[in-house]
């Protein structure tokens, strides 16, 4: 039988931690010991403690937690926070402890040889006494600290780990490095003491806490590679945001929906894509909000769900200026087509912003995401914890087949893009650009859809105007050039024709011969076209 | 158990615990060196208890002890720990706090169990 069992491919024991079974492929090795090494405050306790709390709650496998730093009862303590009563799986018989932590009250004097044997009877007592498929043990290094002859401990964390494994459970074992980037433990024999081995950083990046988990090896069995963010939050513990778990296998849809203008949507070719991403990106003032404000009010008109999550206005705001264009967000509101989540990005790092704006839209189930702005949220993180946010965002918001609509802020009045923008302009599916248009000096509003993925859409670069109802689109921008690179130049009827007809001119001589008939046929076209308004 | 430790009202003002790990070598080198010194030097004035931990884990967990063998002083107080095979006999002296000169001085009528 055993025989059997040791041929046999590797299991994985779904651990129920937020999204970890994703990245672990399906979860921890079963019955194998797991190293979870990570720097101070990286979460370690809570992630060994978390497998046994998911296990007793979601799975009905019982637990044995082996502390070797904190003692039970601040454990017991601490865990309150997360909603583990573990006192009651105590007495419900589902956990046990196995209390190793140091006693400063009592001095110990070594004299002689020792070994362990003493901690692994309480193990397997425990293990035993409550019927554990799942053991945590927090923490390796603390052992050395409690004995000064290192080279026994050595010894006998290699036969505990053994014995673990005799015992037919699944143990995670935790240690404590030095740095974030350097060797695995402290003690540098942790990590042969088991036979997968797993990472958590802590590091601090720019004045921003940035935590990440990384499945170093799994042996026998395949895993994702390289870091991923995770965060801890009160309710749900360790919570892993899965980047390349999320594939791109959302099938796209080719229902159109109405941006809330009519003229936009025929800009578009006929409105946008149900399950589209949309950046709208311009300076202050140049109607982002308005877009958004529209896109939700056209959502609500034919009875959609819309969820605005707003980062740069108040909610009286907002409200103030959707009256302003003729839209009553608070009537929305209490039929129920809009839910407004207004805060500012500052009061959660952007992993936890990903969960609450998750849990906001499986709640809440919108068919219209807002997002205003993309750049507020940009100063909380890291450029990688930013980009990594809209990935996630992203792919999440098209799983769910909901059109979500971002606005960015380029930071130069006239023209440019925003690092935003560079960052997430392949993730969108749309993007379309608000800029101002100086003109004999008047400052004039210029929309143009630069890209409209798998639809036709007008090229033109077009001016609009606000007012009390809304946004009105005009003519395009005929006689001017450079309104994308801020400096707008006005070209005269005549000078554009002598420009034009030399630019054919040139192409017409470098092709003549094989398509000249073609090229005089555009020239003729073009010419007309241009000489038309 | 513990009530067992003062039997027959002996003097015993040394209430000693050794928990060890089944019927090792380790385990018997510590006992017999746990006994030896005792004799020579708390003739008559200990309780010995000696538990091995595979048959009763749960006097280990109680007692918080992770290492075999391990002696703990029960009394007189403070509580004190030695872990090891006890070869090391003035160690185990200092753990318990014996000092055999005063002892020598101090005791005169030694009791044999």
Known sequence: MNEQSNDAPVQKLPTGIGSFDVIAKGGLPENRTTLLSGTAGSGKTVFAMQFLASGIRDADQRGVFVTFEESAADIRKNMRSFGWDLAAWEKQGKLAFVDASPDPHIEIVESGGFDLGALLARMENAVRKVGATRVSVDSLGAVFSQFSDQSIVRRELFRIASALKGMGVTALLTAERTEDYGPIAR?????????????????????IRRRTIEILKF???????????????????????????????????????????????????????????????????????????????????????????????????????????????????????????????????????????????EEFKPNRVALDSLSALERVGTMKAFREFVIGFTSFIKHQEIAGLFTSTTPSLMGGTSITEGHISTLTDSII????????????????????????????????????????????????????????????????????????????????????????????????????? | MVGSLFQGGSLANYVLRLFVTGTSPRAEVAVAN??????????????????????????????????????IKQLPPPLRRVIGDLSDKDKVLLGLEVRPAALADSDPKPKKK
């Open chain 1, 219 to 361: 042996r026998g069995t395949d895993h994702q590679k390289g870091e991923f963010p995770f965060t801890i939050v009160p309710d749900g513990g360790f919570v892993v945001i899965p980047l390349s778990a999320i594939q791109l296998k959302q099938h796209s849809s080719d229902v159109r929906i109405s941006s809330g203008s009519r003229e936009l949507d025929e800009m578009c070719g006929g409105g946008f894509f149900r399950d589209s991403v949309i950046l709208i990106s311009g300076a202050t003032g140049t109607g982002k909000t308005l877009t958004v404000t529209q896109f939700l009010n056209g959502g609500a008109a034919v009875g959609e769900r819309c969820l605005l999550l707003a980062f740069e206005e108040s909610r009286e705001q907002l409200f103030r200026n959707a009256i302003g264009w003729g839209v009553d967000f608070e009537r929305m509101e209490r039929e129920g087509t809009l839910r407004v989540l207004c805060d500012y990005p500052e009061v959660a790092s952007l992993e936890d912003w990903l969960l609450t704006i998750q849990r906001t839209v």
């Open chain 2, 34 to 71: 746990l006994r030896r010194i005792c004799e020579q030097e708390l003739q008559g004035r200990y309780e010995l208890q000696v538990i091995d931990v595979l048959e009763q884990p749960q006097l280990a967990e109680d007692e918080k002890v992770l290492a075999t063998p391990t002696l």
């Open chain 1, 187 to 207: 003690f540098g024999v942790e990590e042969f003491i088991a036979d997968n081995v797993m990472v958590l950083r802590n590091v601090l990046d720019d004045e």
């Open chain 1, 433 to 533: 650009l608000l800029r101002y248009v100086e003109m004999f000096g008047e400052m004039k509003r210029g929309i143009t859809v630069l890209k409209m993925r798998g639809s036709i859409h007008d090229k033109r670069i077009r001016e609009f105007t606000i007012d009390g109802k809304g946004m009105h689109l005009g003519r395009p921008f005929r006689n001017v050039t450079g309104i994308l690179s801020g400096t707008p130049v006005h070209v005269s009827p005549a000078d554009l024709e002598r420009i034009w007809s030399q630019f054919d001119a040139d192409v017409g001589e470098r092709l003549r011969g094989s398509t000249g008939a073609d090229v005089g046929e555009r020239r003729r076209g073009s010419g007309e076209r241009r000489r038309s308004p």
